[in-house]
Structure formats: structure tokens, C-alpha cells
T-cell receptor
Framework: GQNIDQPTEMTATEGAIVQINCTYQ??????LFWYQQHAGEAPTFLSY??LDGLEEKGRFSSFLSRSKGYSYLLLKELQMKDSASYLC??????????WGAGTKLIIKP | TAGITQAPTSQILAAGRSMTLRCTQD?????MYWYRQDLGLGLRLIHY???????GKGEVPDGYSVSRANTDDFPLTLASAVPSQTSVYFC???????????????FGAGSRLTVL
């Protein structure tokens, strides 16, 4: 079967750095997405990786290793507004999007 | 503001009743989707439509139906609601059905449905 694994919950301190991991086992791979979802709101697009390596977007970076079936989202200079769930999703060989359950990130002052 | 509008925001429904969740987008996106989000699970695709006039089944289509009469609207109908359909429902759209970094999903704000 297809599977996306993410930690259920993480806690970090304001101003610090946090890395949220995502491992996947899917039938094929055509890209990996990260979305941010604040409580009670819609998911919003953060990043997309299809080739190995690091993609940087301001305070957020996303890394992909296709050979390891692994990605991480790196958040720097954490702010209270970064408290949210972070969803990892993989496009499989049929271009179907498989979603992880999400990682709830709690930021403490 | 351009985007996706869902209605109602929340609803409590008696089991056995029917319900239509409305979804309208003004981005002229060709593809539209309905997902449900349950605690501890990833988003699960219910139905999708790659273009007006066509629809397809997702991962969990049973108990739900959709129609796509035009580009903008994609209603989701529960013909006879059951408690297991209690969930948060998200409508989403994309330029086309071929997702990529340049063609990502845009989500509506969600509809919280409770079936008693």
C-alpha cells in the first residue's frame, strides 16, 4: 500500500529552527508538496520538490531525497504565527496525490 | 477576493437526510476536487472533475455524488447521510488535473458537517 509518515506533533521555541520530516512509500513518484494549515482554516501551498536537493523560500526550505523516500520542511526564525499543521503530500505514478496525516507544530514563546 | 467559496460553513444533519455542500470558484480552473479531512488521517479524495461535464471517483466515493455542469460550480451531495460522514469537507481546484509546482491545489475554507 501507499504510505506517508510524519510526526504527529512537534514543539519548538519562538526564534528557533525546526525540521519536520516526511517519509513516503508510494507507487512511483512525481513530486512532493508541503502545505500549511492553521487550525480551522484551509491548507495553503508552501513548497514543491520533484528533484533531489533543497528548495529555499524565505524562512522556509524543503529538502527531497528520492532514493531515500524522504523529505523535510525546515522552518527558521520561528514566529508564533507558524503554529499550524504541516501536511506532506506525494504525487504517485498515476498523478494521484497521497496525503500524510500532518504534523501539528506548537510554537512556545 | 478571487478563490473558492464553500457553503455552508457548518451544518448539523440528522442521519438519513440528504445534504448538498456547495463549492464555487472564480479562478476559471478546469479541475476541481472534494476532500474530507478526519482527525489522524490525511486528506482523502472523494470525487474530482478534470473539466466541466466530467467527473471521477476518488479514494472514498461511496455515499457521495457530484456534478460539474459548468466550470465554476462543483456541488457534493450526500443522498442519505450516515454518522461516519461526520467530517470537514474541503473543496479544491487547480488549473488542470496535472498537478505540479506550477499547478497546485487551492482550497476553500471548508464545511464542517456533523451527522447525528
Amino acid at each position: 500500500g501507499q504510505n506517508i509518515d510524519q510526526p504527529t506533533e512537534m514543539t519548538a521555541t519562538e526564534g528557533a529552527i525546526v525540521q519536520i520530516n516526511c517519509t513516503y512509500q508510494t507507487s512511483g513518484f512525481n513530486g512532493l508538496f508541503w502545505y500549511q494549515q492553521h487550525a480551522g482554516e484551509a491548507p495553503t501551498f508552501l513548497s514543491y520538490n520533484v528533484l533531489d536537493g533543497l528548495e529555499e523560500k524565505g524562512r522556509f526550505s524543503s529538502f527531497l531525497s528520492r532514493s531515500k523516500g524522504y523529505s523535510y520542511l525546515l522552518l527558521k526564525e520561528l514566529q508564533m504565527k507558524d503554529s499550524a499543521s504541516y501536511l506532506c503530500a506525494v504525487l504517485d505514478s498515476n498523478y494521484q496525490l497521497i496525503w500524510g496525516a500532518g504534523t501539528k507544530l506548537i510554537i512556545k514563546p | 477576493t478571487a478563490g473558492i467559496t464553500q457553503a455552508p460553513t457548518s451544518q448539523i444533519l440528522a442521519a438519513g437526510r440528504s445534504m448538498t455542500l456547495r463549492c464555487t470558484q472564480d479562478m476559471r480552473h478546469n479541475a476541481m476536487y472534494w476532500y474530507r479531512q478526519d482527525l489522524g488521517l490525511g486528506l482523502r479524495l472523494i470525487h474530482y472533475s478534470n473539466t466541466a461535464g466530467t467527473t471521477g471517483k476518488g479514494e472514498v466515493p461511496d455515499g457521495y455524488s457530484v456534478s460539474r455542469a459548468n466550470t465554476d460550480d462543483f456541488p457534493l451531495t450526500l443522498a442519505s447521510a450516515v454518522p461516519s460522514q461526520t467530517s470537514v469537507y474541503f473543496c479544491a481546484s487547480s488549473v488542470s488535473g496535472e498537478l505540479s509546482g506550477a499547478n497546485v491545489l487551492t482550497f476553500g475554507a471548508g464545511s464542517r458537517l456533523t451527522v447525528l
